[in-house]
């Protein structure tokens, strides 16, 4: 049982290039997530998706898009990469809250993405 | 809309001490799910402990208790015969248990500990 897997775990991106960020899950859970975390700081949500075939926006997600086909994966794409997208990428899954167990969200852990 | 809110954005603390970081939220919810994760330098996020809003019983976890007011909203994290290895960023994160399934999460304490 792998829990969160992440790919790449280190990235460097030049200005304008586009890059898939790979995120599954082996725990079956239905609702997958995406947090960028700047240095420093606390975890801002770009996306997430409560199933396959679902995906709603977060707090930041201008310059990003996910797609969710399965159920195990959660791919981020950034499209013409800025500066500002330099940060820490945490993918975490969890089950619905309402459907019992202990409620938290597993994490990735993390790939950090510099972007010159 | 629910807040979270951790207002000490650092603390320090000697080796073997206690330790307790403040965590307040915001809510107009009846139920819901606490937690506390911790974020070493490695960058993993770790979930250290958890509570149950109906339940009124304090959650613990070997060194790791927390004192939940539910009336004043306030979910702090004790940190017993503290190590060098609890030196980490400590999330405290609040779950909504309706169908909005919001996850807050506040911005994180930093904590030192002083050998």
């Known amino acids: 049982n792998a829990g969160v897997t992440q790919t790449p775990k280190f990235h460097i991106l030049k200005i304008g290039q586009s890059m898939t960020l790979q995120c599954t899950q082996d725990?079956?859970?239905?609702?997958m997530y995406w947090y960028r975390q700047d240095p420093g700081m606390g975890l801002k949500l770009i996306y997430y998706?409560?199933?396959?075939?679902?995906?709603d926006k977060g707090e930041v997600p201008n310059g990003y898009n996910v797609s969710r086909s399965t159920t195990e994966d959660f791919p981020l794409r950034l499209e013409l990469a800025a500066p500002s997208q330099t940060s820490v990428y945490f993918c975490?899954?969890?089950?619905?809250?309402?459907?019992?167990?202990?409620?938290?969200?597993?994490f990735g852990p993390g790939t950090r993405l510099t972007v010159l | 809309a629910q807040t979270v809110t951790q207002s000490q954005p650092e603390m320090s603390v000697q080796e073997a001490e206690t330790v307790t970081l403040s965590c307040t939220y915001d809510?107009?919810?009846?139920?819901?799910?606490l937690f506390w994760y911790k974020q070493p330098p490695s960058r993993q996020m770790i979930l250290v402990i958890r509570?149950?809003?109906?339940?009124?019983q304090n959650a613990t976890e070997n060194r790791f208790s927390v004192n939940f007011q539910k009336a004043a909203k306030s979910f702090s994290l004790k940190i017993s015969d503290s190590q060098l290895g609890d030196a980490a960023m400590y999330f405290c994160?609040?779950?909504?248990?309706?169908?909005?399934?919001?996850?807050?999460f506040g911005k994180g304490t930093r904590l030192h500990i002083l050998p």
């Open positions: 975490a899954s969890s089950k619905p809250g309402l459907a019992g167990g202990r409620g938290e969200q597993f």
């Open positions: 725990m079956n859970h239905n609702y």
């Open positions: 998706s409560v199933g396959a075939g679902i995906t």
């Open positions: 809510t107009s919810e009846s139920d819901y799910y």
């Open positions: 509570q149950e809003a109906y339940k009124q």
């Open positions: 994160a609040y779950r909504s248990l309706n169908r909005d399934d919001k996850i807050i």
